[in-house]
């Protein structure tokens, strides 16, 4: 009897790594891109280009972001509890208009995700932002997982800015982004 109880054990545990790799048959990976237009906002009372030898810090307003976690659940037939992590892939800045505008007028900037119940997060940033260009990678930081923000209808980026001049009253951004999201129907 002892014996057969040893030889189901050893058999069962042996069977553990297939399972999981079942399991991790079972994953589902998917790249979502967001896109989402913005205006840098108009700095009262001061003249375009003008310099600010200490700078300054401007918080733009939160922009509020539609998910579309609902339709991702269907598409891919799993719930928002089989979510298992979601996180920022990459992000990047482009200045639209006017096209003589670049990015001179910054050298730091942020990225915050909230949600209605969820607190900000720093999820991007970009240290020493290059000078004379039109374009910014942020860097991303891919520990910290979004699946709450996500499941959510909505989420909501928030921008931080350090400035060092008065940018193009005007001036238009695309945020451009992506989310990685693994979910698993097996969990």
Known sequence: ????????????????????????????????????????????GYTEGMQLPMGVTIPFPAIPVATNSKDFIATYNTAANMIVDVDLKSLNFQITAPATQNFDFMDTVQLYISSKSQPEVLVAYKYGVPKSTQSIDFYTITSVNLKNYFVEDTMYFRISAHVNAIPASGTNLKLSSVLHVLANPLN
Do not use: E, R
């Not at 002892?2 to 030889?7: E, M, P, Q, V």
């Not at 553990?16 to 990976?29: D, F, R, T, V, Y």
């Open 1 to 44: 009897m002892k014996k057969l109880i040893l030889l189901c054990t050893l058999a069962a545990f042996s069977l553990l790594p297939a399972c999981s790799k079942i399991k991790q048959l079972a994953n589902i990976n998917v790249d979502l891109p967001f896109s989402q237009q913005m205006q840098v906002p108009a700095v009262q």
